[in-house]
């Protein structure tokens, strides 16, 4: 199984230390950035694992590699040839690792290292993508059977990732370290084992002043969310895709779940700029089930070897398990959203309700079909006019344009006809995207029951206005919740029982975004 490796990049050995403690039990194993660490305090780095007691990697990372050392080679030599002086007999009180790059040329520290049982770690960072000849870059790094080869990548796109997949299986019959750097890769930190990768690094994430990598995970949310040290090649995957995917609560609500029922699983995100090549690499990962999120539900309809009837009809896909004859897809976000909005208005159906629904994508389609299914009469607007209008012509409802500063009233007029309920469907003021409201130029009347499929943040511009104006709101966060549970069904064949669900609803608000906020 892949060790924990939390990376120390605080300005003092005693700064570093402290970290330490505080994560000792979610670690294997810590880096020593002497890089990161103050002139003065690389003097004493000999004394670091014994102080530290687990094994510790020593990395002196140039400014070239997406380090912080600027001195001269001479110089970097001297520190690392310090960090292994004086050996001890007892091993564990010398590093019990050396990061050294593929271009490092000094035979005789390499030599002291393996004499005294100090393993190689030997680096190849490519900070810009990754490079054209990493097939020659992997062989000349394969020297000598003893060392562990890292490949560094900051991933440009999902190509990258399967790029480095497969190139790394060109090592065989020796220890190999991936990583792929940046939020494009953030999957493979977590799914570490599956990329037959000897250690993932992470950060304290809360503690660290410096970042020791773009990408990196918060050391204590790999090892007890994600439960990344029990990864084995029978773990089965689950995920959640979508772009740029910045924050969900699903594998919150997934891995919490599994792990309270020890279900050998793991959820992860997977950010990806193109779902087909996310999907190719879902084959290459033996993925077994994915969530579908902004901005795939309607793209990945060609990728489907079978859906389901409300697939058909709504247009819309969020969920896609794995079958013999390829991926089946099905939409949990209709039972989801009508489950929330009725008990959120404590009615049985939309009979007689003048409703607006604020957007025309992916969600909007499973909103407006759930809407006529239980008799309600709608209104769609949405930013793209003709999206609007092609969604409203399938249900006989009314369309037009968002209102705009500028713009002309009508779109207003039409809203107060429609406005028992108002359903905000759009990505508008969710995390990562700008914080604007949709519907900026309609003044509530603090009559309107108010929906927003956004949870994060908890309460967005729109919302914001609605309960200052005194309307009955909902977030989206019950709704994910719904549908997530019918998805857990879709990927385990399982129920999840009530006593845990009410558990995680009651406190999963909260829960998750005291986890978010470290
Ligand atoms: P999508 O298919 O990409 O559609 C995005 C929609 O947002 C389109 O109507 C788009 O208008 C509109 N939009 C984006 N930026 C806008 C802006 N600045 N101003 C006005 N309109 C804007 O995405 P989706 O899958 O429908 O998801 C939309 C939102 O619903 C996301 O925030 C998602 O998290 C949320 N959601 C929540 C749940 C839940 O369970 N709570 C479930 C599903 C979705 P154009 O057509 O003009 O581009």
Request: hydrophobic share 40%; with cysteine; aromatic share 8%.
């Amino acid at each position: 199984m892949s060790k924990i490796c939390l990376c120390l990049t605080a300005k003092t050995i005693n700064r570093n230390l402290e970290i330490l403690d505080k994560y000792r039990k979610y670690t294997d194993l810590a880096e020593l950035r002497v890089d990161c660490l103050d002139p003065d305090e690389r003097l004493y780095i000999r004394r670091f694992p014994e102080l530290a007691g687990l094994p510790v990697i020593l990395t002196i990372r140039r400014d070239i590699d997406g380090g912080h050392f600027t001195g001269g080679e001479g110089v970097r030599v001297k520190l690392l040839a310090n960090g292994l002086a004086y050996a001890n007999a007892d091993s564990r009180f010398n590093f019990a690792y050396i990061d050294i790059e593929d271009d490092f040329d000094v035979p005789s520290l390499e030599e002291a290292a393996r004499t005294f049982g100090t393993r190689i770690i030997r680096s190849c960072h490519c900070l810009n993508g990754i490079a054209s000849d990493i097939h020659e870059k992997i062989k000349s790094m394969q020297r000598s059977g003893d060392e562990i080869i890292k490949l560094a990548v900051s991933v440009k796109s999902t190509s990258d990732v399967i790029k480095m997949h497969k190139a790394s299986k060109e090592i065989t019959d020796q220890d190999k370290i991936l990583v792929c750097m940046g939020h494009g890769g953030i999957y493979s930190r977590i799914l570490a084992e599956k990329f037959g990768s000897f250690l993932t690094y992470s950060s304290a994430l809360s503690e660290s002043e410096i970042a020791g990598a773009p990408g990196q995970m918060d050391v204590r949310e790999l090892s007890e969310l994600y439960h990344c040290r029990k990864i084995t090649n029978k773990t089965k995957i689950y995920g959640i895709v979508g772009y740029p995917l910045k924050a969900s609560v699903s594998p919150w609500f997934f891995n919490t779940i599994f792990g309270l029922e020890n279900i050998d699983a793991v959820y992860v995100p997977f950010p990806a700029d193109s779902i087909t090549d996310m999907l190719e690499l879902a084959e290459q990962l033996e993925v077994q089930g994915l969530s579908i999120t902004v901005p795939y539900k309607e793209a990945v309809l060609s990728e489907l070897a079978k859906y389901s009837p409300v697939v058909q009809f709504v247009g819309a896909c969020n969920t896609i398990s794995r079958t013999d004859t390829g991926w089946y897809g099905d939409n949990t976000d209709c039972a989801g959203f009508s489950e929330s909005l009725l008990a959120f208005l404590g009615k049985k159906n939309l009979k007689n309700k003048k409703i607006t629904i604020i957007g025309a994508g992916g969600a909007a389609c499973a909103v407006a079909s759930e809407v006529h299914r239980l008799g309600g009469k709608a209104l769609i607007l949405n930013r793209t006019v003709h999206k609007a209008k092609t969604l409203a012509s399938q249900y006989n409802f009314r369309w037009g344009g968002l209102p705009k500063n500028g713009g002309d009233s009508e779109g207003i007029d039409l809203i107060s006809k429609y406005s028992d309920i108002i359903i905000q469907t759009t990505s508008a003021g969710m995390e990562g995207y700008e914080a604007s409201d949709p519907l900026e130029l309609y003044s509530f009347s603090g009559k309107e029951a108010v929906m927003d499929l956004i949870y994060t943040p908890a309460v967005t511009p729109f919302l914001r206005r609605a309960m200052v104006a005194g309307c009955k709101t909902i977030n989206g966060y019950d709704m994910v919740i719904r549908q997530a549970c019918l998805q857990y069904s879709h990927f385990t064949g399982g129920e999840i029982p009530e006593k845990l669900l009410f558990q995680i609803n009651t406190s999963g608000a909260n829960t998750w975004n005291k986890i978010r906020s470290g």
